[in-house]
Nanobody
Framework: QVQLVESGGGLVQPGGSLRLSCAAS????????MGWYRQAPGKEREFVAR???????YYANSVKDRFTISRDNAKNTVYLQMSSLKPDDTAVYYC???????????WGQGTQVTVSS
């Protein structure tokens, strides 16, 4: 079993910053990928960012240069530093973890991020 617990969501004004955290526990393969997806009301869930165990990161074009993903392998924790937030960033943010052969992805319960004045 794998558990993912997100934290750090909340209400922030446009232009503000927020940091999300996600701690993984359970039967985790060390050489894993951790990431973030989000789902806005009435929209499909979309990819936000991903980071490999070696620290290689990937971003959606919509968040590149505003969001930074990082991880602490010793703590099995991934972070998402979000800056210059826009109302369009409002969504439930989900943490993920998977590993080769990538047949299964584990999801957290989600944390709400609301960008509004």
């Amino acid at each position: 079993q794998v558990q993912l617990v997100e934290s750090g969501g909340g209400l922030v004004q446009p232009g503000g910053s927020l940091r999300l955290s996600c701690a993984a526990s359970g039967n985790i393969f060390p050489n894993n990928r951790m990431g973030w997806y989000r789902q806005a009301p009435g929209k499909e869930r979309e990819f936000v960012a991903r980071i490999t165990a070696g620290g290689i990161s990937y971003y959606a074009n919509s968040v590149k240069d505003r969001f930074t993903i990082s991880r602490d392998n010793a703590k099995n924790t991934v972070y998402l530093q979000m800056s210059s937030l826009k109302p369009d960033d409002t969504a439930v943010y989900y943490c993920t973890i998977d590993w080769a052969p990538y047949e299964k992805i584990y999801w957290g319960q989600g944390t709400q991020v609301t960008v509004s004045s």
